[in-house]
């Protein structure tokens, strides 16, 4: 039994024909990473660039709130404001519907 494989013998003229379409692969190879590379870096940018402005939009929105809280509190600490109890008096805590027993509802 014999199991020696024999090597198919490839000479460097039989390869010619296809060394165009090799290079033409290559080139295509070589075009889509650089595409894919570019169209990387403009999503990178885009991203920067989108964070910034949520960043700056959050910090613009807190010091808004810090400033009208500050205002808040100057004047509840003023001498025009007065906080007093809440009172509610017994007509006010009554509705307007008629009411309905349940005996009349069944």
């Known amino acids: 039994m014999n199991l020696d494989i024999q090597r198919p013998q490839f000479s460097a003229e039989q390869l010619k024909p296809l060394r165009p379409v090799v290079i033409a692969a290559a080139l295509l190879l070589a075009a889509w990473f650089a595409w894919s590379g570019w169209q990387q870096h403009?999503?990178?940018?885009?991203r920067s660039d989108l964070q910034q402005s949520r960043d700056l939009?959050?910090?613009?929105?807190?010091?808004?709130?810090?400033?009208e809280?500050?205002?808040l509190e100057?004047?509840?600490a003023g001498s025009g404001f007065q906080a007093g109890p809440l009172v509610l008096s017994s007509s006010s805590c009554v509705s307007s519907r008629p009411q309905t027993s349940h005996a009349q509802a069944s």
Not at 42 to 46: I, L, P, Q
Not at 57 to 67: D, I, K, M
């Open 42 to 46: 403009r999503d990178d940018v885009r």
């Open 57 to 67: 939009a959050v910090q613009s929105v807190r010091s808004a709130l810090l400033a």
């Open 69 to 71: 809280h500050r205002r």
């Open 74 to 76: 100057q004047q509840l």
